[in-house]
């Protein structure tokens, strides 16, 4: 049975009092513990920057060639907190509602409020850090709107937020490698974790440059190790984003929750020919001013200028009349999906909507307009060669984010013993569905203020053992698998690039496990993906050697993973019998096409255990108890 | 489109380098320069050629992480535009481009197009910060910020730390780097109890790795984040008002 941990108590006070019951660790004993924290994005480089100050002894590893460079970096549009800074009636109470709503109840109350509670504290810390959040001109900080909320709790810094708190974590942690605490390894990539007696005491890792493996050990590790979207080969996520380092965590014994829970996100850029590499996000806040539409009919040929307001359908105001052009993020993708496979989608493709800015600019100027999102129009017109101050953007949805991940109970540590996993590594607070600006707000979260308290109480019955030595056989094994498989991947001088497989494995993926699903597609997936992923075994062509940079080395590595979970994904998305969020299964939907949960059978958590057998996982649940929030049909009409 | 690339190709940090010539045939014109190189690849590896490193990542201009020189321009002809973000419109069908990496002792080649940045980490671990434990924090509108000093602080903090700037100086100068990040912080109230200390330690490590300015300006001019020169006026006010108030001990 999983034990989540959540402590027993009043909602509101479970966290502070769980945070006196907890065991703690002196500080002059802090020294003595040496902590590894896996990825250096928000939740990892904020992990591991506050675990130097409190004085452990912290190695840090990233496969990029700099801390900055992880792909926090890339979020636009903001992060949430429950300032109440413009008393337009936000609350905690009314973040952690709005949350586990959002997430289409499918998430842990308990997680979730603790989330909501220290959002405030995250802000004052990246303020403090010199993080330029926007400004009103009184000087106090600007708010805005997003998706799936009726409040402004929105703080961002231009379109670049997730760049300035990731620049803000990377300096904590900068200063923190100064100060001689934190060991930072950049260009390194972990290709194992090391379990001895049932509990993590290390990892494998590889050098990118040079190919040398080495072991480290520790007493606990801690993976900020990010989503796995990537998977579908077209997404947003940035070209190495992978799931390597969490799958063979997986592998080792922690159960992986929520597979099938993707989230496809409406507002990026469609695809323009089969080479394309990966797609653009343009922000979500671009939905406070522009409105979407597609022609009535489909065989409409003006240019969108010339159509007249009645030939247009603006169909999430349409819709969903109260939040409109706000609707929550899955709700907003399987929309823009309806009108596109009737036949009315836009552009040269026809696989795409406007997003149309004509009204905003004639009411507000494009002053305003350009003070808002000019960094993102002109990144628009950078990649389609169109303007949108004249003609209305062109976006279509696309993988995103991944609310499944590493199962973590309420100390987000995972099921094998000091092993934790932080951020969008772990699938603990969105459930089916993710806010907007609510990524940024769970990876700080994780990183300031939550893992650094529960770690503790993980390390202080440890007081006086020394970290596994690395000469033990279990980091023998482990290096003979990591050598074994690169080993294997340069001697079978196959035909096809890796990048070949992963663009078959991304459609077959995108086409049955994507934003709807149904029974015969997800079977389907389920016999294509186990035959595609024997024939990257046996026909693909890695060339070069094992001791210099070689990026096809590397990518064959993170596919392979990527093809064992795609099967997971699938599987997952094939039990759970019910829509929820952005799981939208087509069997099981209202008159109206919305998503129709089973909370009688599904109110629960899918872990998966890995069983030796990528087609034969086996299935755990934890029950979702829901005590202060009620089901309800979500409606954002 | 076709073109003809003359690439950098170098086997390793210490192996010799050279130029090879590679046909670039059949190339949408809407698809970007990385996804050029990216079928180039493909192809040879077709061939049993090893692909060409190259650095990229985010392919959104906002990690920083790529950085070609395209026929001696950092990140090519497009102003304000990295790498990842130039599309093959901006080329003419029959072009020839020459590709190089950063070439500055500051940024030693790891393989072809591929360097080592970590100096910059170095810069920022001397000072870039504000020193403030997590938790310890004041409200967050305690200190209110006049909108034009955050908005002018933004515009320094939007460094995306590629590194065009270095590659671009014929001195081989990180300034406006290291401006930026002294400029950002120095320009905030919270960033003001180290302000001092901050640019001389910053300046020291960077001096350590990296060319002196001159003022020649083609780093705001490759800077694909528009960061301007200002900024490292600022630095150099700052940095001389350091020095004469004596403020560090070192």
């Known amino acids: 049975m999983l034990d989540a941990r959540v402590p027993d108590g009043p909602l509101e006070t479970k966290w502070e009092h769980h945070k006196f019951d907890m065991k703690l660790v002196n500080p002059a004993n802090k020294r003595r513990f040496q902590i590894i924290v896996v990825g250096t994005g928000l939740a990892g480089a904020s992990a591991a920057a506050t675990l130097g100050e409190l004085g452990y002894r912290v190695k840090a590893f990233t496969y990029l060639d700099s801390p900055r460079r992880a792909h926090s970096i890339s979020a636009q549009g903001g992060i949430n907190a429950a300032k109440n800074y413009h008393s337009d009636g936000d609350s905690i109470f009314r973040l952690f509602y709005d949350t586990v709503k959002g997430g289409d109840y499918r998430s842990r109350e308990a997680n979730v409020y603790r989330l909501a509670e220290v959002s405030n504290n995250i802000i004052d810390q990246c303020v403090a850090q010199g993080v330029p959040f926007a400004r009103e001109y009184g000087g106090l900080l600007d708010n805005r709107s997003f998706g799936g909320a009726q409040v402004s709790r929105t703080f961002y810094a231009r379109g670049q937020t997730g760049q300035q708190l990731l620049l803000g974590a990377y300096q904590a942690l900068a200063r923190q490698v100064k100060a001689g605490t934190v060991e930072l390894h950049t260009g390194i990539e972990m290709l194992d974790v090391v379990v001895v007696d049932g509990k993590a005491v290390g990892i494998i890792v590889r050098d990118l440059a040079t190919g040398e493996i080495s072991r480290h050990s520790a007493h606990a590790v801690v993976l900020g190790t990010g989503g796995y979207a990537n998977a579908y080969y077209l997404s947003t996520n940035a070209m190495s984003c992978n799931v390597t380092a969490a799958w063979r965590a997986h592998r080792k014994g922690a159960l992986f929750a929520n597979p099938s829970f993707t989230q496809i996100h409406p507002t990026a850029i469609p695809s323009s020919d089969e080479f394309q590499s990966k797609l653009t996000l343009m922000s979500e806040s671009l939905r406070n001013d522009g409105r979407i539409w597609v022609p009535k009919d489909p065989d409409e040929s003006r240019g969108p200028a010339d159509i007249p307001e009645d030939d247009r359908d603006y169909y999430l105001e349409r819709r969903y009349p109260s939040f409109g052009n706000l609707a929550p993020r899955d709700i907003s993708s399987r929309a823009a999906k309806v009108v596109v496979d009737e036949g009315r989608g836009v552009g040269p493709l026809k696989n795409g909507v406007y997003l149309d800015f004509a009204e905003a600019i004639e009411r507000l100027g494009r002053d305003a307009i350009d003070e808002k999102y000019g960094n993102l129009f002109e990144m628009y017109e950078r990649i389609t060669g169109e303007d949108p101050y004249q003609v209305p953007m062109r976006i279509y949805p696309a993988p995103h984010y991944t609310m499944g991940g590493l199962w973590v109970d309420y100390h987000l540590q995972t099921t094998i013993p000091g092993l934790f996993a932080i951020g969008e590594a772990n699938f603990s607070d969105h459930g089916a569905n993710r806010l907007g600006a609510s990524a940024l707000m769970q990876g700080l979260a994780d990183g300031y203020f939550v893992l650094p308290y529960t770690i503790g109480d993980y390390l202080a019955p440890q007081l006086g053992s020394p970290p596994v030595d690395t000469s033990a056989s279990e980091f023998d094994q482990a290096e003979a698998e990591v050598r074994g498989q690169i080993d294997r991947f340069l001697a079978t001088n196959g035909t096809r690039s890796v990048d070949w497989f992963h663009r078959e494995l991304g459609r077959i993926l995108w086409d049955n496990c994507g934003m709807a699903r149904n029974r015969s597609g997800l079977e389907k997936a389920l016999s294509e993906i186990p035959a595609l992923r024997e024939e990257f075994e046996k026909d693909v062509r890695v060339l070069g050697s094992a001791d210099t940079l070689n990026s096809s080395l590397e990518k064959a590595g993170r596919v392979a993973d990527f093809f064992e979970l795609a099967e997971l994904m699938c599987k997952d998305a094939l039990v759970r019998e019910e829509s929820c969020g952005g799981h939208f299964r087509e069997e099981h939907q209202t008159e109206d096409g919305e998503a129709l949960r089973d909370d009688d059978d599904f109110a629960h958590v899918s872990a998966w255990e890995w069983s030796g057998n990528a087609s034969a996982p086996t299935e755990h649940r934890e029950v979702l108890e829901f005590e202060y929030v009620e089901l309800s049909q979500r409606s954002y009409k | ?250």
Request: aromatic share 6%; proline share 5%.
């Open chain 2, 1 to 250: 489109m076709n073109l003809t690339l003359r690439v950098w190709r170098q086997a390793g940090p210490d192996a010799p380098g050279r130029f090879e010539t590679y046909e670039a045939t059949d190339i949408s014109a809407d698809s970007s320069f990385l996804e050029m190189l990216d079928l180039v690849n493909e192809r040879l590896i077709e061939q049993g050629e090893e692909p060409i490193e190259f650095m990229h990542d985010c392919r959104e201009g906002i990690c920083g992480t790529c950085g070609i020189m395209i026929n001696g321009q950092a990140h090519g002809p497009q102003s304000s535009t990295a790498t990842c973000q130039l599309h093959m419109r901006s080329f003419q069908d029959g072009d020839e481009l020459v590709l190089e990496p950063w070439r500055t002792s500051g940024f030693p080649i790891i393989k072809d197009l591929v360097v080592d940045r970590s100096a910059f980490d170095r810069i920022i671990e001397a000072g870039g910060y504000i020193s403030v434990d997590t938790g310890s924090a004041p409200d967050a509108n305690l200190i209110p910020v006049p909108k034009d000093d955050a908005d002018l602080a933004m515009d320094a903090a939007a460094c995306i730390g590629c590194g065009a700037c270095v590659a671009a100086c014929p001195n081989g100068a990180a300034q406006l780097f290291t401006a930026a990040k002294v400029s950002h912080l120095g320009l905030l109230p919270q960033g003001q109890p180290e302000r001092y200390e901050r640019v001389v330690d910053m300046v020291e490590v960077m001096e350590e790795h990296f060319g002196s300015c001159t003022n020649m300006g083609e780093c705001e001019a490759a800077c694909p984040k528009g960061i301007s020169i200002d900024f490292i006026a600022m630095m150099n006010r700052d940095y001389l008002k350091a020095k004469f108030r004596n403020r560090r001990t070192a």
